[in-house]
Every structure is written in structure tokens, then in C-alpha cells.
């Protein structure tokens, strides 16, 4: 069996904050004692990634995937618990590990803000020491694969979002990381520009067999890429399996869609099988507890003259809505 | 007059209000304004060591100067400094409109736009400054004195406004201004020491190019009692001249801002 | 490592050249400064018969040119950097690169100064024309300067680097920094020539590192220092200099370890 790329066991990070009330007495006060609680940002996560993965973290705000992620490259140190990529301990924070990874955070800027890209990747080539050919090799294949051409000559203040978010990935990208951690990548992107970052993560995936963590908002990003996902709330791991094992486990509802002849009757009665979700000429959608899905069908089969009858599962935000709503269990 | 008076009460106001949230800022504040002072007090002091007089001026009256720069120095850092900055600012991000909309005149809403109240802290150090000075001075200082004092102080706050409106002004054509800004800060630094000591091209550039002089230097002529009448008299000719050059400077910068033609 | 260096060198040049008009404005405090510190010594002189404590009106003169471009050379300004970087979260993406963010901020030195000496060393030679001071150097005292301001800068730019430290841990940096700049400003033989002051504060002077890095090297330029005192001189420099490794070896690793603590 390979060494994971990632591994995870246990892992915890834990803030003191210390709480202050206004006032210039509080203030004194405050320096002889402080009153503090402890925040679990991360509360004893486990999991590995095996090389050549791509794995989604799925999470609202604040539910500890950016510090999960922040800690697997190194910039924070775990508060408790086992944290090893490539074989490496990240906060070691060691010059081959450095080599190795590269974490990219949407709307976050490695790139110098006045001169064209291309000087910054050129200074990143130096300092990841990659020989010439390595380098031009690999530039030529990122320009290509995102669209970069005359991007990268142009100062980089005066470039849109988009097209900077492409630039800075490119620079993240030059000395062929092994491991790949991206941060909300798409956020603040038009459709098109997160259709074609995805399409690239996806090739660069493919291409070097690098493995990728990604942490995104956008169900589409997690739908297209990932097989893999893991849910993270309130710093504690919900699920960690296939997406369509996700919505199988946490989905509660099925939508009914039934297609009807004309003549139709009114939707009230619809009522009485379910939730009415929408009503349209010639088409009923109605939501129902998943475990009376079977019988509700077969009620509506027996009792309507149906034209047609689709079952389907929710939308996967509202899956991920539901498992999100859930309380601390 | 009354209603100018009234809206710059209710900006000062409200930015004391904003700057008393923060009140650890005080005694940040009071603090860099004593280094300050023990820079101008030490430097002072080391140099009447070795001397007994600095271009005919007696240790005292370089004391009451240090208090008059001090002084002048927290004004303009309390309202001038910080308004002019935030105008700039406003200008360069777009956010200009509310001076333009209000039913007030925009440069008066400009210029108390900001308050930062901590600076205090150095005029109430250059009152105790000033105040140690006269004490040493004694009967020399008269009514005579205070009014020319305060006269030249007025002409010289009103001066070095009318200065720096001109210089903000620019950032409605020329973008990237705000280190402008910073030339004055630079050349303020002389203010420390009386204007007469320093060479020819230095002392035409501190008077009116710079206006250095007539902020502090000039003031403190007058309370020492080494001011005459025409010197006087330019400093309110000067005065008078740049309130009405900077006035008009800004209208016509606001015209082009707003789009309307010249 | 060089190619390190002479890559880190190129950029920060590109990048400081967009802002120039900047720079230019900022060099007028750096050239007025000394300037007036020089006509207040020099009409101090003057009214003393010619000459201060071992200073003539041309020697106030030398001191202060000479002055104005050691400091220029010597200074750093990276503690107001890395308030911005970690304020701005651009600190992250430094600490993520498997280079040691120091190396960048002496290249950033080097391309500054680079470029400003284009404007200081006219400067100078303007003033030098209009002041008319003295020069009187031994050949062996202008060629231990060389030595001596390289280790000058070192000192200089790692304590303000371990300085800048101070930003993890607060934000509140300006009064820390401007106590540093005002005791420089007594200290380092500024406000006044070191040999001016009196002799309490000459005392403090000789206990504090900042003499080592703006008035010794000058003093040496000058003539003003006996083969024995320069050799005193360059030891105090590198006794100095290995104290504030030490200390900001120290710093560094707390620093790091409070910012991975607090969130990068």
C-alpha cells in the first residue's frame, strides 16, 4: 500500500480568545486578569488523501476548513494531533517541503502588485530553483492550458480579477507542486472563469498525478472535480466519502415531479400526497419525506391518470444546507 | 456665518465623538507628542551648552518658538492633515459626493471633515511650553506682544490652510498626490529653529514657498517682540491673498471634477 | 543564493521604479535634515569664535554631508513594512516560499538605495559646493570606511529588522518605533556630533548600539578617529552585530510561532 500524500490524525487547533468589555476601568482590569473561553477551530479531524486525489472540503464559514487547510501547509501549528504531508511535518516548515506544495487562496495575493506577472514567475523560478528549460517548459504549458498569452506582460494592477486569479495560479503552479491545497479559487469569478479553472485544476490533476485539496463555496467546483468529499462543521468531520453517498446519507427529501394531461385538477388536492413546491400547467413537483417517497408514488399512480413521474433527489446545496442546519451532535 | 460656524462645530463633534472610542489612543498620542517635544527641547538644550545666543535669539525666546511650533504643529495635525488626507483619499476612490450634495459649501465640509482629537495632546504641550517661556521672559511680554501674537498666528494658521487646500486641490486632476503632502511635513521639520539663521535660497523657500515661516517662526516674532509692523503687514497681506487664491483654486477644481465646464 | 540575491534584485528594482515621484519627495526630508542641523551648529560655531567643540563652521560642514549619505546608506524602513504585511495578510505568501523573507528585504535595500544615490550623491555634491567643508582624511581611515559602513548597514538594517518584529505582536507600532528613531537621533551622533553632548548622555552613547552605525563610520571618514579608536570602533560594530543576530534569531522564531499561533 502507498504512503498517503496527506494524513491526518487527530488533528486540533484551539484559540484562546480573550473576551473584553469596553470602558476604560475594563481596560485596567484586564491587565491583571483576563477572562478568556477557548475556540475550537478544528476539533480532532482524521483523514488521508492518497497521491493523486482530489478531495473537496465542504463547509460553511467558519467551520475550520480554511485553518485545516492553513495547517496542512504549514502556516499554522496544530494545537494537538498528527499532521503529515509528503512525509514531511509542515510546520517544520522545511525548504523541500516548501518545494513541493503550493497553496492558493482566492483574492490573496502572491504576485508583485506593479510589475507584469511574468517577472514575478520569474523571480518564483529562481527561488523554487528550476533550470531554464524546466521552467519555460512548464510556463508554456500554463499559458496555454489558461488562456495566458499577453496577460502575463501586463502589470498585474491592471489586470481584472479573473484574469489576475489566472495568473496567480499559473505562479503557484511553476515548479510542479506535488501537492496542491487551493483555497476558495473560484470566489468572486464569473461563471466562464470558474469553468475554465476548473477545467484546468482537473487536466493539471490528470496530467502530474498532484494531488489537490479544495475548499470552495461553489457546489459546482466540488461537483465537477471531486469524487472524494469531506464535511466539515464546527471543526469536527461530518462525512468523508463519495458526493453522491453524501446526498444518499444526509438528503431527508425526494422531489416528485409529475408530468399530467390536460384537464388537470386543482393543486390543493396535491396537497394532501406533499409539500407542493411548484405548480405549473401540465406539471406538479412535490417534495416528500424520503421514506415515504415509495408509497406516495404508488398513491399517485393509483389515484391520477399520470402522464409521466420522475423521482429525484434534491439539489446537493440543499443537501449540504440541511447537513449544515444540523445541530452539534 | 453662523450656519458655517454650526456645521463645523457638528463635524468636529462628531469626529471627537468616533477618536473617544479609542482612548488608548490618548496616551499613545501624548506620548509620541513628548518625544517630540524632547527632541525639540533636548536638541535646545544641548545647543545653549555652548553658546549663549543662536542668531540673536536668547534661550527663552527659542523656547517660546518651540512652544509656537508645537502648537501650530498639533493644529494642523488635529483638523488640516487629516481632512486634507481623507479629501484625497476621497477623491482618488470616487467617494467625494457627500461634500457635493450637501446644502453646504463643499470646501468648508471638506475641510473639517476629519478630527482627530488625541493630537491635542500636542497643542496642550505646546501651552505648557509656551507658557514656561513667558514665565522666563517676564515683563517683556505685554498686550503689545499678545495681540501681534495672536494676529501673526491667525494670518499663519490661515496661510498655511490656504497651502495646503492648494496642494490637495491638485489631486483632482493628478491621481497619486498624497505624498504631496508629505514635503510639508519634511519641510516643517525647520520650523524648530528660527527662519532668520538659515541660508538665503533655504529662508525664500521656507517663507513662501513652503510657508514654514509665517507659521511659526513669525507668531513667535511677535510674542518675543521682534516683530515689526511691515513684516506684520505682509503676513496679512499674504494671508488675505492665498485664502482668496486657494478659494478660488478649489472652485475651479470642483467645477472640473464635477464635470461642469469652466 | 546569489542567484537568489540578483533575482530578488531585479524585481525590487522593477518595482521601485513605479514609484519614484515617491521617493524623490521623501529624499527631500533626507537631504534637509542634516542640512539643518548643519546651519544651527554652524551659526552656533560662528557666534563662538569660529568653532564648537572641536568643530569649525567647515567642519560642522564635513560632518553633516558625510552624515546625510551614511545614514542614507545605513537606514531601513522595514518595521513600517512588515506592519503592512501583517495587517494585510501578505506576510502568508512570504512564509511559504522555501526562502528566508530577510534575503528579499536586503535585496529591496540594495535596488532603494541603488537608485536614490542618483539623486543623494548629486545632492551632496551640491551641498558641498555651497557649504565648503573641510575634508582631511588619512588614505588609511577612507579605506577602513569601506569595511566600516558595510558593517554599519548590517547592524543598522538587523535592528530595525528585529524591530519590525514587533508587528506580531501588535499593531500599535509607531510609538515603539518612533522611541528607536528619536534615541537615534540623539545617540547615533545626529542632533548633535557625538563629542557635543554632554558627558552623562556620552556616557549612554558608548552603552548603546547606535553610535556603531551612523556617527563611527562618519567619524572615521572624517580623520577624527586615531588608528586605536577605529580598531575599538570596528570591534564594538561586530560585537554588536552578533548581539542583535543573536537577539533577532530569537525574535524571529517567537514572532513565527505567534503568527502561526493567531492565524496567518
Known amino acids: 500500500m502507498t504512503e498517503p500524500a496527506v494524513h491526518l490524525d487527530n488533528l486540533a487547533k484551539v484559540y484562546r480568545v480573550y473576551e473584553r468589555e469596553a470602558g476604560l476601568g475594563a481596560a485596567v482590569r484586564s491587565l491583571v486578569r483576563r477572562k478568556s473561553h477557548d475556540v475550537r477551530a478544528v476539533d480532532g479531524i482524521s483523514f488521508d488523501v492518497a497521491p493523486g486525489e482530489i478531495v473537496g472540503f465542504l ?271 | 456665518m453662523r450656519q458655517i460656524l454650526r456645521i463645523a462645530y457638528t463635524f468636529l463633534r462628531l469626529g471627537a465623538l468616533n477618536e473617544l472610542e479609542y482612548r488608548a489612543n490618548f496616551f499613545i498620542q501624548s506620548f509620541q507628542a513628548l518625544l517630540g517635544l524632547l527632541v525639540s527641547l533636548g536638541g535646545l538644550q544641548i545647543v545653549f551648552n555652548h553658546t549663549a545666543d543662536l542668531g540673536g535669539w536668547q534661550p527663552a525666546e527659542l523656547l517660546a518658538l518651540v512652544g509656537v511650533y508645537q502648537i501650530v504643529g498639533g493644529l494642523i495635525n488635529t483638523v488640516i492633515n487629516p ?54 521672559l517676564g515683563e517683556r511680554v505685554g498686550w503689545q506682544q499678545a495681540s501681534l501674537f495672536g494676529l501673526a498666528l491667525l494670518c499663519g494658521a490661515a496661510i498655511v490652510y490656504s497651502f495646503w487646500l492648494i496642494l490637495a486641490t491638485f489631486s483632482f486632476w493628478f491621481v497619486r498626490v498624497e505624498n504631496i503632502l508629505v514635503i510639508f511635513q519634511s519641510m516643517y521639520q525647520a520650523g524648530r529653529w528660527p527662519v532668520g539663521i538659515y541660508p538665503q535660497w533655504l529662508r525664500i523657500t521656507l517663507t513662501f514657498i513652503v510657508p514654514v515661516a509665517f507659521a511659526v517662526t513669525v507668531p513667535a516674532e511677535g510674542l518675543v517682540g521682534r516683530l515689526d509692523l511691515p513684516a506684520l503687514a505682509q503676513a496679512l497681506g499674504l494671508a488675505a491673498a492665498l485664502l482668496l487664491v486657494s478659494r478660488f483654486f478649489w472652485r475651479f477644481g470642483l467645477r472640473a471634477y464635477s464635470g461642469a465646464s469652466a | 543564493m546569489r542567484a537568489i540575491y540578483q533575482a530578488f534584485y531585479r524585481t525590487s528594482l522593477a518595482v521601485q521604479m513605479q514609484y519614484r515621484v515617491a521617493a524623490i519627495i521623501w529624499l527631500l526630508g533626507t537631504v534637509l535634515q542634516p542640512v539643518i542641523f548643519l546651519v544651527v551648529w554652524s551659526t552656533v560655531a560662528r557666534a563662538e569664535g569660529g568653532s564648537v567643540g572641536g568643530y569649525t563652521v567647515a567642519g560642522f560642514a564635513a560632518y553633516y554631508i558625510t552624515m546625510m549619505v551614511v545614514d542614507h546608506l545605513t537606514f531601513d524602513w522595514h518595521m513600517w513594512e512588515y506592519d503592512y504585511r501583517v495587517r494585510e495578510g501578505l506576510l502568508s505568501p512570504l512564509l511559504l516560499k522555501p526562502v528566508h523573507p530577510i534575503h528579499g528585504d536586503i535585496a529591496d535595500n540594495l535596488a532603494y538605495k541603488s537608485l536614490t544615490m542618483l539623486v543623494v550623491i548629486p545632492a551632496a ?65 545626529q542632533i548633535a556630533p557625538l563629542d557635543l553632548l554632554p558627558a552623562p548622555l556620552q556616557l549612554v552613547a558608548n552603552l548603546l548600539p547606535f553610535r556603531w552605525g551612523l556617527a563611527y563610520p562618519v567619524e572615521l571618514f572624517l580623520g577624527r578617529l586615531t588608528p586605536r579608536e577605529a580598531i575599538t570602533g570596528l570591534a564594538a560594530q561586530l560585537i554588536w552585530l552578533a548581539i542583535t543576530l543573536v537577539i533577532l534569531r530569537l525574535v524571529w522564531r517567537a514572532g513565527l510561532r505567534r503568527y502561526s499561533a493567531f492565524g496567518a
Not at chain 1, 126 to 153: F, G, K
Not at chain 1, 243 to 259: G, Q
Not at chain 1, 275 to 287: K, N
Not at chain 3, 134 to 156: D, Y
Open chain 1, 59 to 329: 463547509g460553511p464559514n467558519g467551520a475550520g476548513k480554511t485553518t485545516t487547510l492553513k495547517m496542512l501547509s504549514g502556516l499554522l501549528h496544530p494545537t494537538s494531533g498528527e499532521v503529515c504531508v509528503l512525509g514531511y511535518e509542515p510546520y517544520r516548515r522545511q525548504r523541500e517541503f516548501l518545494r513541493n506544495i503550493a497553496l492558493v487562496m482566492g483574492q490573496r495575493n502572491q504576485l508583485l502588485w506593479d510589475i507584469p506577472a511574468v517577472d514575478s514567475f520569474e523571480l518564483n523560478r529562481v527561488i523554487y530553483r528550476l533550470s531554464r528549460q524546466q521552467y519555460q517548459e512548464m510556463l508554456d504549458e500554463l499559458v496555454a492550458l489558461l488562456e495566458l498569452e499577453e496577460l502575463i506582460y501586463k502589470p498585474v494592477r491592471n489586470l481584472s480579477l479573473g484574469e489576475r486569479m489566472k495568473c496567480e495560479i499559473a505562479g503557484a503552479l511553476l515548479h510542479r507542486p506535488r501537492v496542491l491545497f487551493l483555497d476558495e479559487p473560484t470566489i468572486g469569478l464569473d461563471v466562464t472563469m470558474q469553468r475554465r479553472i476548473r477545467r484546468f485544476v482537473g487536466e493539471y490533476n490528470r496530467r502530474y498525478e498532484a494531488t489537490v485539496l479544495l475548499t470552495s463555496h461553489y457546489m459546482a467546483d466540488v461537483v465537477a472535480l471531486c469524487e472524494r468529499v469531506v464535511v466539515i462543521h464546527h471543526g469536527r468531520l461530518l462525512f468523508d466519502g463519495a458526493l453522491d453517498a453524501l446526498v444518499e446519507r444526509f438528503a431527508a427529501h425526494k422531489t416528485i415531479v409529475v408530468d399530467l394531461p390536460d384537464g388537470v385538477r386543482n393543486g390543493r388536492a396535491f396537497a394532501a400526497y406533499g409539500e407542493v413546491l411548484e405548480e405549473r400547467p401540465g406539471q406538479v413537483t412535490l417534495r416528500v419525506p424520503k421514506a415515504n417517497a415509495a408509497r406516495v408514488t404508488g398513491q399517485l399512480l393509483a389515484d391520477i391518470d399520470v402522464l409521466d413521474l420522475t423521482i429525484q433527489d434534491p439539489p446537493i446545496e440543499e443537501v449540504i444546507e440541511t447537513v449544515f442546519t444540523q445541530p452539534d451532535s
Open chain 2, 83 to 136: 481632512s486634507m488626507q481623507r479629501f484625497m483619499e476621497d477623491v482618488r476612490k470616487g467617494t467625494l459626493d457627500f461634500a457635493l450634495t450637501k446644502p453646504a459649501d463643499a470646501q468648508l465640509l471638506v475641510s473639517v471633515r476629519e478630527f482627530r482629537i488625541w493630537r491635542v495632546a500636542d497643542i496642550f504641550l505646546g501651552i505648557a511650553v509656551l507658557v514656561v517661556a513667558l514665565v522666563r
Open chain 3, 125 to 189: 555634491i551640491l551641498l558641498t559646493l555651497f557649504f565648503r567643508p573641510s575634508f582631511e582624511a588619512p588614505l588609511w581611515a577612507v579605506l577602513a570606511f569601506v569595511p566600516a559602513i558595510i558593517l554599519a548597514f548590517l547592524l543598522r538594517f538587523l535592528s530595525a529588522w528585529t524591530l519590525a518584529m514587533a508587528s506580531f505582536w501588535t499593531t500599535r507600532i509607531q510609538a515603539l518605533n518612533q522611541t528607536f528613531f528619536v534615541a537615534e537621533l540623539f545617540f547615533a551622533g
